[in-house]
C-alpha cells in the first residue's frame, strides 16, 4: 500500500510538471507507437535514425511522447546502459480458448478473429468442435504485438492439483496456415510430499504472429491465469549502430584535414575509417559544434589498417575519449600526407531509450523536431521502482516500437519563434509618462495663474 501511495504521489508530482508544458507545440514530425502488451504500466521505446536527424537540440529536449489528445505524458531519456532503460526479458501476451478438435479429427476447429490496431487480436470466433464445456483444452496465442524474438512461452495456472497435458504447437501468420514448431510438448504439475515437479514452459520459434496449442491427449483445460513470452536474451542485447559519412579537403588556420558533417544528433562513442585503400595511414580525429567553436580531440592518432588473404585483418573501432559526443562536425587530421580522395568515416553510438508511462487516453506516439518544446522533468527512475516493488523484482518497461512517421509541421517547427513582446512593460512605462505630463501640464497652468508680483 505504501509502495502504491508513493507512486500515485510521484505521478501527480509529474502530471503537475506537466500541465505547465506547452501540449500543443508544434513539432516536426510524429512516429506513432506500437505498444507489445496493454496494461504494461511503462514502456520503453528505442530512438532510431530518424528521430535523431529530426530533433532541433543536442540534449533532445523537444523529443517528447503525447497520448491521443496530444498531451505529453510522464517520459524521460537514458542511455541504453541505464537500468531504468533495460529491455524486458518477460511480457505478458493475450491468450485466446479454442474449441477442442472434434472427435477424430486432427485440427482445431475453424477460426475467424477481429483484428485491433496492429494486427492484434481483439475477439475469436470458432466453428464446430466439441461442446462449450470443453473449450480451452486448445488454446491460442497472440504474439502479433512483439517484434523481438522469441524463445518460450511460460504459463501460469491456478496451483494444487496435479495436471499433466500434451500438446502440438503450431505457429500461423494470419490464422490461415499452420507450422508445426513442436510435434509434442508436455505440460506438468505433480506432487509427492514436499517435493514438487513443474514443467510450465514451451519452447517456440520465432517470427510467427499466432501460436496454438492442439492437445493430443483428453486431460482437462488447463486453469490458465497468465501467459507470458520469454525474448531471446541474445538478441536483447543492443548492437551499435553506425552512420557513415563522406568529407571534403579544407584547410583551416594552416591545418589541412578532411571535414564531415553529420546529419543528426547521435551520441556517437566509436569511430573508425571504411577500409578503402587510401584510408591507410595515422590519423586524428577532432569535432566541434560550430564554425566558431574550436576543435576538441576525440580519438587518435591511431593507425587504420586493413590486410586481406586467408587471415584478414583491420583496426579496431577507437572509443572516444570524451565519452559520447553529439557534434555536428568532426575532421580528421593524418601526421602523413593526406590522400586525394577523403576515407569513409564511420561514426558508431547505441541508440538510447525513451521510458514512458501509459499515462492519458492511447494510442500513443513520440514526437520530435520543435524550436520550443521542451519536454518536462519527471522522476522517472523512482516512478518506474515504485512499479517494481509491486510487479516483481524482474519487472521492466515493456517495448514499444516506432511506426512510420507523418510529417507535422515540418521545418517550420524548426523556426524559433519571435519572442513576445512585453506589453505589460510597455503599459507601465505608457502609463509613467502620462502621468508625467499631466504633472508638467498641472505646473504650467499653476504657473500661468499667478498674479504678477
Known sequence: MRTLLLALALLAASSATLAQSPAQAAYAKRWPLALSAERAGAYRVELDRSVYTTTAWADLRDVDVLDANGKPVAAALFGPEQPTALPARRIVVPWFPLPAPAQGAGEPASVSAQFGEHGRIVRIEAGGGMPSEDTGRAFLVDLSGIRDNPEAL????????????????????????????????????????????????????????????????????????????????????????????????????????FVYHSDGRYPIALANLAMDDFAVGEWTLESRD????????????????????????????????????????????????????????????????????????????????????????????????????????EWQPAPAYLSTAAVLAGDAALVAPPEPRDWKAWLLWGVLLLGAGLVAAFAFSLLRGRPPA
Open 154 to 257: 511460460e504459463i501460469t495456472w491456478d496451483p494444487g492439483e496435479p495436471r499433466e497435458a500434451r500438446f502440438r504447437v503450431e505457429g500461423s501468420h494470419d490464422l490461415q496456415t499452420w507450422d508445426v514448431m513442436q510435434s509434442r510438448v508436455t505440460l506438468m504439475e505433480l506432487q509427492r510430499g514436499t517435493q514438487r515437479l513443474l514443467h510450465d514452459e514451451a519452447p517456440i520459434q520465432a517470427g510467427f504472429r499466432y501460436v496454438r496449442f492442439v492437445p493430443l491427449d483428453a486431460a482437462a483445460a488447463l486453469p490458465i491465469r497468465e501467459i507470458r513470452v520469454r525474448l531471446d536474451a541474445a538478441h536483447l542485447q543492443q548492437t551499435v549502430a553506425w552512420s557513415e559519412m563522406q568529407g571534403q579537403r579544407m584547410r583551416e588556420q594552416g591545418v589541412d584535414g
Open 290 to 393: 560550430a564554425d566558431d567553436a574550436p576543435w576538441r580531440l576525440r580519438a587518435g592518432p591511431w593507425v587504420a589498417y586493413r590486410v586481406d588473404g586467408e587471415r584478414p585483418s583491420a583496426s579496431p573501432d577507437q572509443a572516444l575519449s570524451s565519452g559520447p559526443v553529439r557534434d555536428r562536425q568532426w575532421r580528421l587530421r593524418s601526421r602523413g600526407a593526406l590522400p586525394e580522395r577523403a576515407p569513409t568515416l564511420r561514426l558508431g553510438y547505441r541508440p538510447e531509450v525513451m521510458v514512458f508511462l501509459a499515462q492519458g487516453t492511447p494510442p500513443y506516439a513520440l514526437v520530435a523536431g520543435s524550436a520550443s518544446a521542451r519536454r518536462a522533468t519527471v522522476p522517472m527512475p523512482a516512478l518506474v521502482d515504485a512499479l517494481r516493488r509491486d510487479r516483481g523484482a
